[in-house]
């Protein structure tokens, strides 16, 4: 079983609307989340990282952490064409544990 | 301004050859990784290290060594160079925080 599962899209989202990204994780250990953002033909760049239960606001990102269901989420909210990337969720137990992504087209 | 750097950026070599794909950092980062990344499998781990002298192997380490002899560099060998090698290579560095990762531009390679 992978350690990290996302929802596998891709995802395609009007302009202006919330994009919700999803992650679960397998190991309980694991304290840390991240979530990076992937370019076409370029390299994960870090837009968010949590490491409690809650939400954490940044400009229009969202991120959640549930540690009791394993799950985290991102939540981009008034989506532009610009954040049409994919979303790469990280688990952090000493080492980076990643996703396969997930793909988000924001249409115009 | 500090950066992270990969040689070279595209790279097409014959199985068995042995190949080293380079990364340098200036931001005087501890951590150091390498990562591959193929689609639909998104990016695994290759090796990492915490510092000098410090080396580990990650999920997918068969056919791949590193060293770690200063500080800013972390060179990735491919011994002997097979087809399913064939993948673009990143490398990142972090600070403190492990998950707090700036990554390279990336190594295109493909081996025929």
């Known amino acids: 079983q992978k350690e990290v599962e996302q929802n596998s899209g891709p995802l395609s989202v009007p302009e202006g609307a919330i994009a919700s990204l999803n992650c679960t994780y397998s190991?309980?250990?694991?304290?840390?989340f991240f979530w990076y953002r992937q370019y076409s033909g370029k390299s994960p760049e870090l837009i968010m990282f949590?490491?409690?239960?809650g939400d954490k606001e940044d400009g229009r990102f969202t991120a959640q952490l549930n540690k009791a269901s394993q799950y985290v989420s991102l939540l981009i909210r008034d989506s532009q064409p610009s954040d049409s990337a994919t979303y790469l969720c990280?688990?952090?137990?000493?080492?980076?544990?990643f996703g396969a992504g997930t793909t988000v087209t924001v249409r115009a | 301004d500090a950066e992270i750097t990969q040689s070279p950026r595209h790279k097409i070599t014959e199985t068995g050859r042995q190949v080293t794909l380079a990364c340098h950092q200036t931001w005087n980062h501890n951590n150091m990784f390498w990562y591959r990344q193929d689609l639909g499998h998104g990016l695994r781990l290759i090796h990492y290290s915490y510092g000098v002298q410090d080396t580990n192997k990650g999920e997918v380490s068969d056919g791949y060594s590193v060293s770690r002899s200063n500080t800013e560099d972390l060179p990735l060998t491919l011994e002997s160079a097979a087809s399913s090698q064939t993948s673009v290579y990143f490398c990142?560095?972090?600070?403190?925080?492990?998950?707090?990762?700036?990554f390279g531009p990336g190594t295109r390679l493909t081996v025929t």
């Open positions: 190991d309980r250990g694991s304290q840390s």
């Open positions: 990142a560095s972090s600070l403190n925080r492990v998950g707090e990762q700036y």
């Open positions: 990280a688990a952090d137990d000493y080492k980076l544990s």
């Open positions: 949590i490491y409690s239960n």
